[in-house]
Structure formats: C-alpha cells, structure tokens
C-alpha cells in the first residue's frame, strides 16, 4: 500500500522535460509542484533539488525527505496527473513532518488531493 515501485517514477530527461515545460506549477515555503495532466504518464512522480541547497549530500537527504512524504500521502493524491516535488532551501533543515504537511497544503491548492 505505501510502496513506491519503479514504475510510479518518471525516468529519463524527456519525461523530466514534458512535466517541466507543458505542466502548471505551485510554490510553498517548501517545495515547489509541477503538474501535467498525460494519460502516458499517469501517476508518476520526480523529485529534484537544486545545486543551490549544497552538496550532494545535502541534495540527496531533501530528495529522501520528499520521496517519503509523498511515498506516505500518495494514495491522496490523484493519479491522472504526472508531478515533479522539487525541494526548496527552507526543507534543507526541516523534518519530514514539515514536508508531509507541506506536500498536502500544496496538493490542495493545485486540487489533486483526495480526502
């Protein structure tokens, strides 16, 4: 039920791109949310954090933090849409908490939530 399998992950830069380019984004605190609406894409999701965090180290721990929050919120969320969470200097030094309650705000307001 809370497993995120391989093939819940966008791959490769041309997808990446697709959400990018021709998605709507939202912005929090946070994170940062790209959505498209694409039947070949459905339900996938990327997560990304900017050089401008830090180190990789650093990179890799807000990449960790966004994958669980939305690895644990993801049956909320609905699936006909492809979202990149992209994390943002304020969750460098955050719990995951904070982002759980960060990615439904943000869900909410872009009305992909389900209660």
Known sequence: MFELGRNKI????????????????????????????????NGKV?????????????RNRVKRILREAYRLNQHNIKKNCAIILVGRKNLVEAKCEVAIKSLKD??????IWID
């Not at 380019?21 to 929090?28: I, P, R, T």
């Not at 997560?47 to 650093?58: P, R, S």
């Open 106 to 111: 943000i869900c909410k307001r872009a009305k």
């Open 46 to 58: 990327g997560f990304a954090a900017g050089k401008k965090l830090g180190c990789a180290v650093i």
């Open 10 to 41: 966008l791959r490769g830069k041309n997808e990446f791109n697709k959400v990018h380019s021709k998605g709507h984004s939202l912005a929090n605190r946070e994170m940062v949310i790209y959505i498209l609406e694409d039947e070949n894409l």
